[in-house]
């Protein structure tokens, strides 16, 4: 007669290690939260998400919640594109040169926010801190980016 509680107890407890467990497994598949941009259904965002790389700062590609081209994200936490933003007006924001293309830098709260400048459709990249310094994470989207024409402005 004790060998049957102790056997509901044991039973009980796996079951409840294994919902734990799945329910963690969901969570870490869950695809991340992003949002397309107003621009995305530009063409040139499509044919530019054909060329984004495999990984990034050797973090693999993970699912988003948008099933737009125009979105992509890498990593944890995540590196996220986003093209067709709107194009950066005139800024007091710092401009950097990567590879022959320019970025407009706005510092976030938890890293960095690159736009291209002078470029359209523009493309924006979200770099959390954990990958500081945050513009070494550019030269693959800049070489991505590069297929857009340059306008006429540029960092100065």
């Known amino acids: 007669m004790h060998r049957r509680p102790r056997l509901t107890w044991l039973l009980a407890a796996a079951v409840a290690l294994a919902?734990?467990?799945?329910?963690?497994?969901?969570?870490?598949?869950r695809p991340l939260e992003?949002?397309?941009?107003?621009?995305?259904?530009?063409?040139?965002?499509?044919?530019?998400?054909?060329?984004?790389?495999?990984?990034?700062?050797?973090q693999p590609r993970v699912a988003t919640s948008s099933d737009s081209p125009a979105v992509a994200a890498w990593g944890d936490p995540a590196v996220i594109w986003r093209c067709g933003v709107r194009p950066p007006g005139p800024t007091t924001d710092e401009c950097i040169e990567v590879n022959g293309v320019d970025w407009v830098r706005h510092p976030l709260k938890d890293g960095q926010s690159f736009t291209t400048f002078g470029r359209d459709p523009a493309v924006q990249v979200l770099v959390?801190?954990?990958?500081?310094?945050?513009?070494?994470?550019?030269?693959?989207?800049?070489?991505?980016?590069?297929?857009?024409?340059?306008?006429?402005?540029?960092?100065r």
């Open 19 to 29: 919902a734990v467990t799945a329910g963690t497994v969901w969570w870490l598949t």
């Open 34 to 58: 992003v949002t397309a941009p107003v621009g995305a259904a530009d063409p040139a965002c499509a044919e530019l998400a054909a060329k984004l790389p495999a990984s990034v700062q050797g």
């Open 128 to 155: 959390p801190n954990a990958y500081a310094p945050e513009p070494l994470v550019l030269p693959p989207f800049s070489d991505v980016v590069a297929a857009i024409a340059q306008g006429e402005h540029r960092c």
